[in-house]
């Protein structure tokens, strides 16, 4: 982004979207990773107390702090993408999206828990899982056409056809 008059960088709140986007898209897969292990394995109700953790807040595992990782990452997204104007990008749709799925998904694991793990519960917990992430991935992508990332898979300027022949 090219400097302010005063010398100092312009912030770019559209590189802030992006980069919470990236963040909460891999935290969100390795989440739903952890999640099929945990359910693979049988160990699924480990922690019989949810919300709470063995009568503690802050759970002590890693699916705990990749919980808390994606919560984080979502609510700080959706307030950066709705101070932010991209034009006709609208980033706040998605951003709101994944919050309001962040929301029923947090709400769905709890009926998880206390289903003990029926059926209907866990599928849906693992469907609304996929679609937080598909919505972060699209406001990844959304956001990276307006920073000016092009993706890994274009060929350096200049070489042409004959590069790759």
Known sequence: MAADRDGTRAVNP?????????????????????????????????????PLSFGRFFPPMVGGVLFVVVVLSVVAMAAVAGRSHWGDGHPERPALLALALLILQITLGGVTVWSRRAVLATTTHLVVGAALLATSLTLTLRASRFIGWHGVGRAPTGLGRRAFS
Do not use: K, N, Y
């Not at 891999?26 to 019989?48: I, K, N, Q, R």
């Open 14 to 50: 559209v590189r802030g979207v992006h980069r919470l986007a990236v963040l909460t898209a891999a935290a969100t897969l390795l989440l739903l990773f952890m999640g099929g292990l945990v359910t693979s394995t049988g160990s699924g109700l480990a922690v019989p107390d949810w």
